[in-house]
Structure formats: structure tokens, C-alpha cells
């Protein structure tokens, strides 16, 4: 299983059988990828879903200052520029974008940090009737090559809060690789409102408000190719803190609303 995983460790005969058995089935999955100046990884990102067979992908463009439009479009992917500022501000954009379509909706990020080949394992796992599929980092055969102390203790703090508070047993939080049926997207995107990193930390605390099922797979976590993340420990953070505020105190409403 750690081989199937690995990027470094796949071989070129597993990846062809891989990628064989798949495309089959890949035009029912449509890769959503928020992306902000990523001119130097996102051709990879892009060439390594073809690969896969994956080839529905769009691009949120956070308004680039480089070529990351230009560099998405020459590899085929659909652009959206986005409106507003902000990862959860591009990923909600996408969840209500006309043009989502496929069985199952895949959310990676364009900075070579999450691993294509994985992409099956959270399909499987929606295929056997869960709505939302998360990576997880901290799972048996997970790992993250990207992980500081600082994001180490505050995603440990903040998984134990979200797991407490609303009866879940998440083993990670602040990790954007992910697989939603599409009605479980049409579900939560209405109660969607986070603009920054704190968006999968609301999603997963929103799935679970709303009943949806959702399990983990395993997931490594590279480090981004080229470039500086946009993340700043202490300020999103704290935005994430928030956020885990914000919903204790708005615990019912969300069902109230539902029913
Ligand atoms: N559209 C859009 N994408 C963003 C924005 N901020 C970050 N991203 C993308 O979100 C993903 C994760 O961001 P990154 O800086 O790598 O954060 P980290 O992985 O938490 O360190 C990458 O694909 C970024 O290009 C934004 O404001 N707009
Ligand atoms: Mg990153």
C-alpha cells in the first residue's frame, strides 16, 4: 500500500496498470484545483491528472501575478478567474461554478504537494457510499514531508476540539486533498462562508452538522514544488480557532435549517 502511495516509490509498470484500470472511469471525476501564482508547478500538476486519465480540471485563478493562467490553459485545464481573494473564497466559487459536473469532484491544491496516483483510493472509498473523502496525513501509510512544528501542534490542537465537540474521529484537519459526490458539494456549499485556510476545517465541521458520511484515506503531503506557501501559521490559525468558535456557538442552527 505504501508503494501504491509513494510517488517516488511507483513503478512504471504499476503506473501504467494503474492508470488503465482508471481511465475507464475518469470522466466521471472532475479535478478542482485552487491556484495562485503557480506558474512553475501547475503544468506538472496538470500533466500528472492526464496521466491518471483525468483530464475535467479546473483551475480557480486567484487573480495571478505570473503565468499561471496562461501555463493551465496550454495544458488543457478549464480557468475560472476567480472574484473575490482567498482559498475558500476560490474553492466556494468552484462548488457553485455552472459547469461542476462528474459523479465525484476531487479538491487539490496546484503546488505539486498532493499526489495524483492517490486520486483512486478516494474514489474507491466514495464509490462505497461515503459523501466526502478525506487525505489524511496522520493515517497509517500517511505522511506529510511539509508539516512544521507549529502546524504540527496546531493541527493535533484543533483536530481533538473538532473531534470533541462534534462526535467525529478525524485524524487530520487543515489538509485541502479531498473527494465529494457532487450532491454532497450541492448539500454544503450553501452554508460555506470561509475565505481563507480555515475552509476544511468549516467544510468537515459543516459535513458533520449535516450528517454527511465522510472517511479518510491515507495521504502524503509533499513539499510544494517551487515557490512559498501562502499560509501564515499564527494569523490562519487563529482564523481556523475562529472558525471552531463560530460553529460551536451556531451548533444547532445549521440542522434547524435543514430539516
Ligand atoms: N485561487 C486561489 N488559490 C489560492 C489562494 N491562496 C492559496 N491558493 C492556492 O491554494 C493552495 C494551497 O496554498 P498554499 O500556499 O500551498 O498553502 P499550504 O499548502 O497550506 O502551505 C495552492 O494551490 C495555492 O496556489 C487564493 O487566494 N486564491
Ligand atoms: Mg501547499
Not at 186 to 191: E, F, N, Q, T, V
Request: glycine letters at 6%; charged letters at 25%; proline letters at 2%.
Amino acid at each position: 500500500m505504501v508503494a501504491h502511495l509513494h510517488r517516488a516509490t511507483h513503478s512504471k509498470n504499476s503506473f501504467s496498470h494503474t492508470r488503465r484500470l482508471n481511465r475507464a472511469c475518469n470522466s466521471d471525476v472532475m479535478v478542482i484545483i485552487p491556484a495562485l501564482n503557480e506558474e512553475k508547478n501547475i503544468a506538472t500538476v496538470i500533466q500528472e491528472l492526464n496521466q491518471m486519465g483525468y483530464d475535467n480540471i479546473l483551475v480557480i485563478d486567484g487573480n495571478s501575478t505570473d503565468r499561471t493562467v496562461e501555463v493551465a490553459k496550454e495544458f488543457g485545464a478549464n480557468i475560472i478567474a476567480q472574484n473575490g481573494s482567498g482559498k475558500g473564497d476560490a474553492l466556494r466559487q468552484a462548488f457553485n461554478h455552472d459547469g461542476l459536473d462528474g459523479k465525484a469532484i476531487v479538491m487539490m491544491d496546484a503546488d505539486g504537494s498532493m499526489d495524483p496516483k492517490e486520486i483512486p483510493l478516494f474514489i474507491e472509498a466514495l464509490d462505497s457510499g461515503v459523501d466526502l473523502v478525506k487525505g489524511s496525513r496522520f493515517l497509517r501509510y500517511g505522511h506529510s514531508e511539509d508539516m512544521t512544528l507549529i502546524r504540527w501542534i496546531g493541527n493535533r490542537f484543533f483536530v481533538s476540539l473538532v473531534n470533541l465537540f462534534w462526535s467525529a474521529n478525524y485524524t487530520d484537519l487543515c489538509y485541502g486533498f479531498g473527494a465529494f459526490k457532487k450532491d454532497a458539494i450541492k448539500k454544503l456549499h450553501p452554508y460555506l462562508k470561509s475565505t481563507n485556510f480555515e475552509v476544511e476545517t468549516e467544510i468537515f465541521i459543516k459535513a458533520k452538522k449535516l450528517g454527511l458520511v465522510v472517511t479518510e484515506v491515507p495521504s502524503i503531503e509533499f513539499r510544494r514544488r517551487h515557490g512559498k506557501s501562502n499560509l501564515s501559521a499564527f494569523r490562519d490559525g487563529f482564523r481556523i480557532l475562529k472558525t471552531i468558535i463560530e460553529e460551536l456557538v451556531s451548533r444547532r442552527s445549521i440542522k434547524l435549517h435543514h430539516r
